[in-house]
C-alpha cells in the first residue's frame, strides 16, 4: 500500500475485520488532539478547564444545513492537560465537537491557533481505545 501513498505517508500497520463488522468511523466516537494557542498561556488554559469542570452546561450556537441550533457542547470535551495543549473530544455522528466550538469553549480564536488531530478512537465508558485493537478469540 506505502508505494500508492503520498510522500511522508506509510502505513503502519493493517488488520482484516470479520464480515458484518460495523465500519470503523461508525465506531469511532472520540480524537485527541494537540493544541498550540499562542495568545494563552498554560496556566489559562488550566485554570479555564477548571472552570468548565464546575459547569452544568455550555451552550453554543451552531449552524448546520438545517439552520442553528442550541447545543451543549461541555460534555464533548472528555479531557485537557497543559504545556502544549492535549484534548480528548467527542467526534463521530452522535456528538461532534466543532474547533470553533473547542475555541469557545477555552476562549481561543481557533484560526490562529494550531490544531492537530492525533488519533480517532473508541471510548468506552472512561477507556480509549484504537479502532483496530485486536482482541483476544480464545
Known sequence: YNKHLPSGLEVLEAGELPGGTPTLMSSINAASYELYIPQKTSVEISERWAWLQG????????????????????????????????????????????????????EFPHLESRITRTAQLIKEGPNYFPPLRIEDQE
Do not use: H, W
Request: with cysteine; glycine share 6%.
Open 55 to 106: 459547569q452544568d452546561s455550555y451552550i453554543i450556537a451552531r449552524e448546520t444545513k438545517k439552520g442553528t441550533r442550541q447545543v451543549d457542547v461541555l460534555p464533548f470535551l472528555f479531557d485537557l492537560t497543559s504545556v502544549v495543549v492535549n484534548c480528548l473530544c467527542s467526534l463521530g455522528n452522535q456528538a461532534n465537537l466543532r474547533m470553533e466550538e473547542l475555541g469557545a469553549l477555552l
